[in-house]
Every structure is written in C-alpha cells, then in structure tokens.
C-alpha cells in the first residue's frame, strides 16, 4: 500500500523558516512527478510547488516563489519543501502528493496523497 508521510510541520513566528518533509512507501519514488499543495480552514485545497521526477524542473505558486524551494531526492524517497520568509497567510495543511506524469496545480490529477501535516505561522 502506498503511503506520503509528511513531517515537519509545527508553530513558527512570522519571517522564520520550516522544511517540510515527504517520506514516499511502496511506491517506484523516481517515476512520480511530486507536489506540495495547502488547505487552510475554509478555503480550497491550493498548488504551493511542483517537481518533476527528475528534478530537472520545478513550479511555484505566485504566492511562494522566492520564499519556497521545493526539492527531492530519490534515493531517500523523499520531496522537501524549504519555506523561508513565512507568513501568516502561509498558515495551513500542507500536503505531498504523487503524480504520474504530472506535477501541476490540479488536484484531481494526482494519484496518491499524504494526510497533511500543520504548519502555523504567529505574527
């Protein structure tokens, strides 16, 4: 059964820095593209960043880049997502999930997900 474990996530003042962690199982790691999404309470399931399996090329939501880098390595099965210059509009659910042959902004186009870890950003 395949399973994304995220980690990472926790309380953080504004301007601080988290990295999130996505542990894949019982998945082929190295032929999925890999995303992160977030949800915060109330709002729609949102694309943060994507990565390609080879890493050769990533994607950003306008709202994070220059402050996100998400990055993978596939000998550890393992995607990351460094958040620098946190928000507290950055305050949400964040989600891995794993993508064959995709690694864009729609949800519905990816095969397996994660249970989401908490990130909370103070001001």
């Known amino acids: 059964q395949v399973q994304l474990v995220e980690s990472g996530g926790g309380l953080v003042q504004a301007g601080g820095s988290l990295r999130l962690s996505c542990a894949a199982s019982?998945?082929?790691?190295?032929?999925?593209?890999m995303g992160w999404f977030r949800q915060a309470p109330g709002k729609e399931r949102e694309f943060v960043a994507g990565?390609?399996?080879?890493?050769?090329?990533?994607r950003y939501a306008d709202s994070v880049k220059g402050r996100f880098t998400i990055s993978r390595d596939n000998a550890k099965n393992t995607v990351y997502l460094q958040m620098n210059r946190l928000k507290p509009e950055d305050t949400a659910v964040y989600y891995c999930?794993?993508?064959?042959?995709?690694?864009?902004?729609?949800?519905?186009?990816?095969?397996?997900w994660g249970q989401g870890t908490q990130v909370t950003v103070s001001s």
């Open positions: 999930a794993a993508g064959l042959n995709y690694w864009g902004p729609s949800p519905g186009l990816y095969n397996y």
């Open positions: 019982e998945l082929t790691f190295s032929r999925y593209d």
């Open positions: 990565i390609r399996r080879s890493a050769d090329r990533t």
